[in-house]
């Protein structure tokens, strides 16, 4: 008799570091369920392209939230600001830009741990990385460490000793060239995949953002032909 | 010259606990931006009420923000489960009630954080309370700590040393006598408020769930009477 997999909740963008991160939770035998948000972001091809990828993965679950982050603004996703173009990695490093989304990874993964709840899944999984993380705050693995904490203590698992939740963050100290080059390895279809935070009509990425940026330069450095168009 | 307010993000929800906060955290000088959720909840009448609250406290910023729970599940409130009626504080304590709804106030509090950030406010109000919670694990103060730790992780004030976010929950250890007695001496008008899971189609109170126990109790033991509509 086959044993039942657990359940996992996995964080997926559309982008290319949680496509890497679903093929890996799914090559470590867990049941993923998909948990995507539509939240006024200019890259509406992401969502796209999450559920292009979640339908090649034959994942039965794929959850898409509605959220107002865009009524909270305060970032270049979400508004009308322009996204600064070829900048250099010490130049994404020096501040937190401007596409930084306030709030977002922290709203993310209270979504993810209330219906992994829900489900009854002990793990969350979330594609941050810290080598290539734009400076952004919340991807910080003490951030990730006091979340873990918050959702142990915020759910059914903190009082009646069920389950405890534990996030997941497998990609948090590799390289763009390393996530690529394993998501060869597990047969991950980068062409299902978006990273650019400008992209056109047609969902072409620009080849300038900090995001394409570190995509291009990690493809490079993979010795791989990166499949998605660019303008 | 008039010294410029500091600015606080206040959680109101439309029932008697925010009301109160709301009063509280103006009677300490914040100039309150209030932040107020639509989540599929059944008792819509709890936003008309916050809507009617904040005009006559003349609060300028009110947002209020549609979230997917009902699309997560879980409870009794944002499902068509039955709500339990006619329970004594034991039952309501003994486990976590059908009312819980996973994530809430985890989902609550990001959304604060991240509204904070994006206003420059260093101060974020919740009305929870831990001596009625009936059972609620995210009432706790050990939740409350956690999670002030991950807004000042996952926030700009975590890297570049800017504002740090204070959670504040000054009804923590009040009992809802005390809180109702405050409400009164600030001028709360507990007629705009509303705190029925479970009310009729014109809004009035069931008088036997959970919530309505508890705050009939209150009024009784603080020698009030309830300006609402019971059925």
């Known amino acids: 008799m086959m044993q039942k997999k657990p359940k996992a909740v996995v964080l997926l963008s559309g982008g290319l570091d949680s496509a890497t991160v679903l093929a890996m939770a799914m090559g470590e035998g867990y049941e993923c369920c998909c948990l995507s948000f539509a939240y006024g972001q200019r890259q509406q091809v992401e969502l796209e392209r999450a559920k292009a ?22 970032s270049a996703l979400t508004t009308d ?4 173009k070829g900048r250099s990695q010490t130049e994404m490093n020096a501040s937190i830009p401007i596409t930084y989304v ?14 992994a709840e829900v489900l009854g899944a002990g793990d969350v999984f979330i594609g941050v990385n810290v080598m290539d993380y734009s400076g952004y705050p919340d991807c910080r693995p003490e951030f ?13 698992a903190g009082v009646e000793g069920e389950t405890r ?10 390289t763009k060239k390393e996530i690529i080059e394993k998501g060869f390895e597990l047969g ?3 062409g299902l995949t978006h990273s650019c935070y400008d992209p056109d009509g047609q969902g072409r990425a620009c080849g300038s ?12 450095e993979a ?9």
Chains 1, 2 share one sequence.
């Open 81 to 84: 600001a322009a996204v600064p």
């Open 188 to 190: 991950v279809d980068y």
């Open 102 to 115: 306030p709030g977002r990874n922290t709203i993310f993964l209270s979504y993810a741990m209330a219906w």
């Open 144 to 156: 990730l460490e006091a979340f873990e904490r918050v959702a142990n203590l915020a759910t059914r």
């Open 223 to 231: 010795g791989r032909v990166d499949p998605v168009e660019y303008q």
């Open 53 to 74: 990828n979640v339908a090649r993965q034959g994942i039965e679950k794929h959850l898409i939230l509605r959220l107002d982050l865009d009524a909270i603004g305060g």
């Open 209 to 220: 953002c900090d995001s394409c940026l570190l995509r291009l330069k990690g493809f490079a």
């Open 165 to 174: 939740l534990r996030v997941h963050a497998p990609l948090l100290k590799m």
